[in-house]
């Protein structure tokens, strides 16, 4: 067993034994300590202090005070990436601390509730100017809501990656958290400029989500085949969001039967030649059924989805 290996499964173990408040706080500040067991990945050091933080919460579920030192002390600098350097391959632990985070937000009394959810909010805004703001960005998604200054600190934190050469993804993250907050009426054509200004610059999956989103018939005409064909020489998954573009455009207005024409002509020229994949994806195609009003629909996809069957037997016999 290697001596990185070796340390994760003593801390494993040491996790398993510690009992109390302190001895688990004392633990999990060890744990999000970089300069401590420095040995440990990121995603190491997460997920034992994902653990370590559970229990600690379990512990003082009866000392409110307690409590709430612990998460703004520890839980909230782990979800909104002050206290670790980015890592790819953490995501996962990421996305489980911000649920810790969440679950005990909701287990607050609501004066509580709302005076440690702001306090939260402004230290992520703060955040979303400084390094790489993504963690920050998803921490306000997930206990966030729609606030003038949040918006305009996330536009400016996607305007800021590009002037620092970040990754492009990190941007459209931005603008995907700001249309997840609520597109008011006022500002809709603001956040639609914004997302097709980045849009222009080529395929990002970051930017997919927001355009669902936002289900605006211009986006999704402009971007909708050429992102399909970009997508399939992606490795991540998701084909099945882009082909749900059309579909959200179309179930805001079903009554329109031009614009469900008009929806369905996108999805059919772009997935008519090799449908696959993008149907599974979709729900074999449960979203487009439902929602794109349109006499083709179910022909069409018994047709796609028997074409796979087929592909699927044919494989089978190789």
Known sequence: MSTVASLFAQLQAELRETRGVDPLRELAARLVDPAQHADLSVKERLDLAFTALRRLFDATAGDVEAAETALQQLLVPL????????????ETEQYHLRGLLESWLKGCSQDRFETVRAAILQRAVEMLGQGDPQQAAWTISRIGYRDDGIVNALLEAAERC????????VGSVMLDVAVRLGVPAEERQRII??????????????LATAILWLADEELVTEYFAEWVSAAAEHPRAG????????????????????????????????????????????????????????????????????GRRGDDHVRSRQ
């Open 162 to 169: 590009d002037h620092e050469g970040m990754d492009p993804e």
């Open 193 to 206: 400029d914004a997302v097709r200004a980045r849009a222009r610059r080529g395929f990002s999956w970051g």
């Open 79 to 90: 979800c909104i990436g002050s206290a670790l350097p980015p890592a790819a391959d953490a």
């Open 239 to 306: 084909l099945g969001q882009l082909a749900r573009w059309p579909s959200e455009v179309a179930a805001k207005s079903p009554g329109d039967v031009d614009l469900q024409s008009r929806m369905w002509a996108l999805l059919e020229t772009a997935l008519e030649p090799e449908p696959g994949d993008v149907v599974a994806d979709a729900f074999y195609g449960s979203d487009l059924s439902s929602q794109v009003n349109h006499p083709g629909v179910v022909a069409a996809l018994l047709r796609w989805l028997g």
